[in-house]
T-cell receptor, first 111, second 115 residues
Framework: GENVEQHPSTLSVQEGDSAVIKCTYS??????FPWYKQELGKRPQLIID?????GEKKDQRIAVTLNKTAKHFSLHITETQPEDSAVYFC??????????FGTGTSLTVIP | GAVVSQHPSWVICKSGTSVKIECRSL??????MFWYRQFPKQSLMLMAT?????????EQGVEKDKFLINHASLTLSTLTVTSAHPEDSSFYIC???????????FGPGTRLTVT
């Protein structure tokens, strides 16, 4: 099966700086890569996703890049704000029913 | 759009009793629903996948007789924790997937405490 690794497990940045979270996956059949943000005690929210036929996708301050050859994808948050503080999960999907989540990154944005 | 509700949001029960958690897709039909368990500061652990009208597929290590899942309609799935024990205390989250799409939409979660 698929194995998704996520790094770092914790990340602290100063407000206004950028944050980068990386995930690697093992199964080349994975073709959909969403990122979720989860605030304490709340549900995970889809913030951005990318499909295997695209190398990069951007939505305002958030971007995701995918390197299929190296089997890794990254979340980039620019101009971080305190409300970006949360746990972020990546996932790799082989088929619609096979979701494999990363272990999560706890991001703290220091005002 | 794509709203998923979960009920109850939190529940306290005594050891040995059963608890039912409901997951509803409010504005779309969910051909597939997932049930996750999440421990503090940890990732989502998939418990089972259910498709409407068929038996759920349980992940390895999840007792299907203890965690009963029913997906009776395209908008409702239920998870029943039978004969609950304190070690079953956790945050349970469901998600729903519209037919033909990869995206999952999560419910708000249910905090279960077994005393």
């Amino acid at each position: 099966g698929e194995n998704v690794e996520q790094h770092p497990s914790t990340l602290s940045v100063q407000e206004g700086d950028s944050a980068v979270i990386k995930c690697t996956y093992s199964d080349s059949a994975s073709n959909y890569f969403p990122w979720y943000k989860q605030e304490l005690g709340k549900r995970p929210q889809l913030i951005i996703d990318i499909r295997s036929n695209v190398g990069e996708k951007k939505d305002q301050r958030i971007a995701v890049t995918l390197n299929k050859t190296a089997k890794h994808f990254s979340l980039h948050i620019t101009e971080t704000q305190p409300e970006d503080s949360a746990v972020y999960f990546c996932a790799a999907i082989i088929t619609g029913n096979q979701f494999y989540f990363g272990t999560g990154t706890s991001l703290t944005v220091i005002p | 759009g794509a709203v998923v509700s979960q009920h109850p949001s939190w529940v306290i029960c005594k050891s040995g009793t059963s608890v039912k958690i409901e997951c509803r897709s409010l504005d779309f039909q969910a051909t597939t629903m997932f049930w996750y368990r999440q421990f503090p500061k940890q990732s989502l652990m998939l418990m089972a996948t259910s498709n409407e009208g068929s038996k759920a597929t349980y992940e390895q290590g999840v007792e299907k007789d203890k965690f009963l899942i029913n997906h009776a309609s395209l908008t409702l799935s239920t998870l029943t924790v039978t004969s609950a024990h304190p070690e079953d205390s956790s945050f349970y989250i469901c998600s729903a997937q519209p037919g033909g799409l990869y995206e999952q939409y999560f419910g708000p979660g249910t905090r279960l405490t077994v005393t």
